[in-house]
């Protein structure tokens, strides 16, 4: 060649041209890949020349006769730029020649995000750059052992740090040149109301969540019935129950967050309890039913959670004395150390051993009521003869001390002197709204209710019985 700028390609057959085109194929699939991230205008002018290039050698070369024939003619190229089309990185960013890695750590007991990330490769300045741009958006000593971060590494720098405390934040903390900046965005849900209504076949929970009932929403509904319902005994298969509250689901329709309970209806023993959600002019939320009376009742049913009863309330034959006599109380089989809880608010008249009911309790409480605990291992911190308690306060924990066979709680209710069946707490009536209340009340449940009427009900498919099916056939 004369010319030192020319560019002498010699193909030989099939061969050669095959090698040009694989490795153009090559790099216009890498092209085709990376074309939205991050090619420079003038590395896409490159490759585009490089296109250029090999398509006109491919119309000069290409035999005539359409044989597989080799050919030995020599084509020359002027001024053609000297780019090498074999290389897979040609116009692609420098960063891409680099790996990209993502690492999901997760908070531990005591630790902190600094030392967290120094351990899984940051550097020390590193590590405090990101940290502090995290704490800029999230409060660090809200961060809780079992959180999880996603770490995305280009080489061996982080180049994105995310983070999602709960369903509705995501936490970003970007690179940018030598420094860190973070940023927190929300999600944003569609709320709407549904009901999930059936009766208890298996158990009220497993009946409730299998019809798409949240845990919360279960939790919520069991918290109103407590004061007056024993869900260790007072349940029975075929008891109804419906539990209206609000959702938030995603895009593909799935729930993803459990909003508030609106709406709850119940029928243990074959007596219905209705609530609505309620919050008075002093902002505090409450369920209340139609005449405006709440859900919590002044005593509670059972003054512990998932004890069994083992002796009921009147006469029986006495486990260590062997004779019949008069049970004034009701026992709770419980393992020792299980907390118990004060049954309603009031004032403690003593809170230490007593004859054979061993460690022993009794509270006063308004309108003629007391209630008394018996054979506790230990009482809980500051209860004492003239403490004030309050409703749910724990106040001791279950032994077997005094007169005893084994753990558990006696537990007795008094009325004006006289012992009665803790029983007939479930018949007492909550406190009432005021009567300047009532408006509003009336007007809140009557929303509720055009609310119920447009939602969606979950339901189980009816049960349709064999006799019935069979009645349906033709003969």
Partial sequence: MNNETDIETTPRGHEGRQSLVSAFQERAEAFGRFRHTVIPAQNKHRFLIAAAVVGIFGLIAMPDDGTAESVENTTQLLAAPAIDISRFDMGLDASFAQPSTTKTITL????????????????????????????????????????????????????????????????????????????????????????????????????????????????????????????????????????????ARDQKGDIVKAGDLLYTSFSPRGKTSEYWLFEDSKGRENFYDAEGKTAKRKLRATPINGARLSSSYGRRKHPILGYRKMHAGVDFAAPRGTPILAAGSGTVERANRYGSFGNYIRIRHTDGYKTAYAHLKSFARGVKSGAYVKQDQVIGFVGTTGRSTGPHLHYEVIHHGKKINPRRLSQLSGKPLSKDQHPAFKSRRAEIETLRRSSEVLSPPPHISATLEAAALPE
């Fill in 108 to 247: 531990k007991s005591g630790d902190n995000l600094g030392p967290l990330l120094q351990r899984n490769g940051l550097s020390g300045q590193d590590a405090y750059r990101v940290t502090q741009a995290f704490g800029d958006v999230f409060k660090p000593q809200n961060l809780r052992a079992g959180q999880d971060f996603n770490l995305h590494f280009t080489g061996e720098t982080l180049e994105h740090l995310t983070f999602k405390p709960n369903i509705e934040t995501t936490v970003f903390v970007d690179r940018s040149g030598e420094s860190y900046s973070a940023r927190k965005i929300g999600a944003e849900f569609k709320y709407e109301t549904i009901s999930v209504k059936a009766t208890v076949e298996n158990s009220l929970y497993v009946d409730a969540t299998r019809l798409g009932a949240p845990d919360k929403v279960v939790v919520q509904f069991a918290n109103i019935y407590e004061y007056s319902v024993d869900f260790q005994r007072d349940i029975q298969p075929g008891d109804a129950f419906e539990m209206f509250f609000e959702v």
